[in-house]
């Protein structure tokens, strides 16, 4: 069982278009019942909400802002074109449940303020949160911490406003002159180094490592399942082949003909099940666990974001100490050298503040791909099992498929050989019918004792047939004299039977007569 199974009492569910004016969009009912509920069809409900597509990316923008350095789960992609489609929306609708299971189980991103607003608040409050100045960061992609004003659901369900642990963002710069700030500290390079520093570049190594073989497994794993629609295809058009040569012949052959065709299109049902087992149990879970590979990678990035944060910031404090030093110095310039002391003392502490950020950051990043690596071991030898396991399943049903063809088939070649044999025997009889018929000598047997004389030697030439040393081609305009053949026919004397003792005459070829030609 997945970690996520034991958030089941999540749901996403009853996917409703909506339109208005020229902007139309799907609305999702997400339902949170009491935890360790079976029953989903009571009416008893912990809360139910409204949501589209874009508060989930708003949830996941927040949970990056709020645990920075937690590697969130993926959200399912989008998609421009046929994204009303009822496959679409359905695949969708699961990957949505799926992300909020896996959100509630996270040891790192249970209690978020954010996940409380989205499964709890209305949509007047959840609209409020979620376009405050003061919450909408996330959504504008700038790196600036703080979460003040956050809003929380209460005891009864009301919604409150709490503040941070760390308000970080009380002593954050401006957007713009704080993005100048970091990007002259990144350009000069001159970071803050840490004794966590070659660990994380060996993380950053092994992560870009992992997600380079894992796209080439997925690129494989999707051909292979590509191939094996093609072959369900072919195996299609094989029986639809088979079948109609099947309806051309008659006979038993066309009977033969026809289960051939049929058995192709089961195995054609059979193959398009299996490729659909293996987009599902198998692509898709390689798919899933590169998109988690990219949120590791997004992890790193936030510890570098605040590396680069907390090293901006000792430069403001190196920089004001100088600035104050210098007053100092000038005569007449002690208010103005006040007026940068007091700016020094909050450098002072937008520093020990980001310092403080920076660790924590730095540890629950630690804490985060050493949880990463333990589930997707234990992930990808699953996944691994129950590729191999189908793969036993499919090609046993068929073996199983193919070998009940095999007796069907044999079973019409016996039949043709029986039909061949009576037919050969009605004609060596009805040749006995007509040798006795014109026989007319009483039908009288030979005695026992019977040894008929020898035959001339002149006799015996004619009855052996002559041996050529050059092939004998027949002439079908040619007379039957003219062919080397006698046009007599067989008689008493030429069978070694004497005048008076003639019975019944059967006549038994070794070969027919045209064969001997």
């Known amino acids: 069982a997945k970690p996520e199974d034991t958030a089941r009492h ?76 009822p496959q679409f929306v359905e695949d969708r609708r699961r990957g949505l449940e799926r992300f909020l299971r896996r ?59 709490t503040h941070p642990p760390q308000p970080v963002a009380s002593t954050a710069k401006p957007g713009f002159k704080r993005w100048f700030a970091e990007t002259k500290t990144s350009i000069s390079g001159d970071l803050v180094r840490s004794p966590d520093d070659e660990l994380f570049e060996e993380i950053n190594r092994y ?89 590791v990678k997004l992890s790193l990035q936030k510890r570098h974001d605040k590396r680069l944060t907390y090293s901006t910031a000792l430069k403001t404090v190196e920089s004001k100490q100088h600035q104050l030093a210098k007053l100092r110095a000038q005569m007449g310039m002690e208010a103005k050298a006040y007026s940068v002391e007091m700016s020094l003392r909050r450098a002072q502490e937008a520093a020990q503040l980001a310092q403080n950020d920076f660790t924590t950051v730095s540890q629950r990043v630690l804490r985060e791909v050493d949880r990463f690596k333990r589930d997707m071991a234990e992930d990808m030898r699953a996944v691994v099992l129950n590729y191999i396991h189908m793969q036993v399943e499919y090609n046993k049903r068929m073996e199983q498929i193919w070998s009940t063809l095999i007796p069907q088939l044999e079973q019409v070649q016996l039949d043709q050989a ?38 001339p030697p002149g006799q015996q030439q004619q009855q052996q047939p002559q041996i050529h040393s050059q092939p004998m081609v027949p002439n079908p305009q040619a007379p039957m004299g003219q062919m080397g053949i006698p046009q007599q026919q067989p008689n008493a004397a030429m069978l070694g039977v004497p005048q008076g003792q003639a019975g019944n005459i059967s006549i038994q070829y070794r070969q027919p007569p045209a064969q001997a030609l």
């Not at 009571?42 to 409204?50: I, Y």
């Not at 608040?121 to 409020?128: C, E, G, K, L, S």
């Open 10 to 85: 999540i749901t996403v569910s009853d996917p409703v278009q909506h339109s208005e004016g020229m902007n139309k969009y799907t609305s999702y009912r997400v339902d949170v019942r009491p935890q360790g509920q079976t029953d989903l069809t009571t009416t008893q409900v912990f809360s139910a909400v409204l949501r589209r597509y874009s508060d989930f990316i708003w949830l996941s923008d927040k949970l990056h802002q709020e645990r920075a350095g937690a590697i969130i789960p993926p959200l399912p992609d989008k998609q421009p074109v046929g994204r009303f489609s």
């Open 418 to 455: 029986s039909t061949a044999a009576g037919d050969n025997s009605n004609s060596a009889g009805g040749a006995v019918v007509s040798a006795t018929a014109n026989a007319n000598a009483g039908s009288v047997a030979p005695a026992p004792g019977y040894a008929p004389p020898p035959i």
């Open 207 to 295: 992560v870009h490592g992992l997600d380079t073989q894992m796209k080439n497994v997925s690129q494989q794993a999707t051909t292979l399942v590509r191939k094996g629609k093609e072959i369900s295809n072919g195996l299609f058009e094989f029986g639809l082949a088979f079948d109609l040569l099947g309806q051309s012949e008659a006979d038993a052959l066309g009977d033969a003909l026809s289960k051939m065709g049929q058995t192709a299109d089961r195995l054609s049902v059979l193959s398009a099940e299996h490729a659909d087992q293996e987009t599902s149990q198998f692509d898709e879970p390689l798919a899933d666990t590169i998109k988690t590979i990219q949120s």
């Open 103 to 161: 959100v509630a189980v996270h040891p790192e991103l249970q209690g978020a303020m954010c996940l409380d607003t989205f499964l709890k608040a209305d949509d007047v409050t959840f609209q409020a949160a979620k376009h405050s100045k003061g919450n909408a960061t996330a959504m504008s992609g700038s790196m600036m911490m703080g979460n003040a004003g956050q809003p929380q659901m209460g005891p009864n369900g009301q919604l409150m406003m």
